[in-house]
């Protein structure tokens, strides 16, 4: 036996011992094409879907100590993860959704929780700050991750306090000492976010629900719905007057495909996915074409919004496994 695999068995071992002993569910034989909105992406060796903070913090806590690699998946919609096996471990956490604790005008929740879910109770409770949010699907996790934005909220601006991973324990984080930018934060990767408290404003309740209802159907007017797509998949570059949809759509690339992955004819800032066995191939080869064209005719490089999610390169799977480098870009959406 190589010493590959005998590694992989170790971690095997420590992965089926530790998940028995907190009780909490571990996967073989998963893949990113059934945990991601793309509907793309290979093999999992191992899938752990904890349901408390407490949990999620102890088991990436035993990970890094056994120097075994892993990812935190929230609702899986802004991920592209290639076709080949990943073989670090996935930290599933849409099912860490704990409840939604209201006081006064502070709100907790934890990661796992469905964000549409969330602005649908907040706007019930008379708590207004997140109803532009209403309609992007994901989780509050991965939210707060990319500093999610849309139609003049960003959930960044609210965010008092992020509860993250510590050595094993939930620590908390003021919101801030955290860099809110476009699209990014200065949260690092290996950081787990586990849950946030949020400061809203009251208002009326029905006055925050026409506002968010508003956001909704500007949305489904504007952007692809029921296909599979991530959201928008560039940013909008800082230089540009016009937005990368725009952009792409006066190039006339609204439609253009790749095998099983074409550009929005809705939405030319989306990629959607089509048929049973589409693959991330197929999707970056479109979103490199894209980019290819940009940055001839416009001169502009476009920056990937949607995250990349490499499998090793290398054989061994302790490695963190990497993801596209993303650069700073403070620019506030149109
Ligand atoms: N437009 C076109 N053709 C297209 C797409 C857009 O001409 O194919 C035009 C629109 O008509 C509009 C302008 O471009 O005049 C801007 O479009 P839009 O309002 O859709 O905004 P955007 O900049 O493309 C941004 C965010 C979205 C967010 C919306 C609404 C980015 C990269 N995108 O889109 O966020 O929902 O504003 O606030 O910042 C996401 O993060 O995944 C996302 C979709």
Known sequence: MDEDQTDKLERDRVVEEMTARLGVRAERGKRFAELTSLRVGGAIDWVITPQTEAEAAT??????????GWRPLGSGSNV??????????????????????????????????????????VARAGLSGIEGLGGIPGTVGGALWMNAGAYGHEIGTVTEKVR?????????????????????TSFREGELLLGATLRLKPDDPDQIKARMDDAKSRRLATQPHGARSAGCFFKNPPSSTIGTGRMIDEMGMKGQRRG???????????????????????????????????????????????????????TDYTDKPSVESVESVDRKEA
Not at 268 to 275: C, D, L, P, Y
């Open 260 to 314: 099983s992955a074409v550009v929005s004819p809705v939405h030319a800032n989306f990629i959607v996915t089509e048929g049973e066995n589409a693959r991330a191939e197929d999707a970056l080869a479109l979103a490199e074409e894209i980019r290819e064209r940009v940055r001839r005719e416009q001169g502009i490089e476009l920056e990937y919004e949607v995250e990349l999610w490499r499998s090793n390169p290398s």
């Open 164 to 184: 993250v991973a510590r050595d094993g324990k939930v620590v908390e984080v003021p919101g801030d000492g955290i860099e809110w930018n476009y699209r990014r």
């Open 59 to 68: 088991i990436v806590h035993e990970l890094d100590q056994a120097g075994i």
């Open 80 to 121: 592209l993860a290639d076709d080949a096996d990943h073989h670090y471990i996935v930290l599933n956490l849409s099912n860490m959704k704990g409840e939604v604790h209201i006081d006064g005008e502070l709100v907790s929740v934890s990661a796992g929780y469905s964000l549409p879910r969330l602005c649908i109770d």
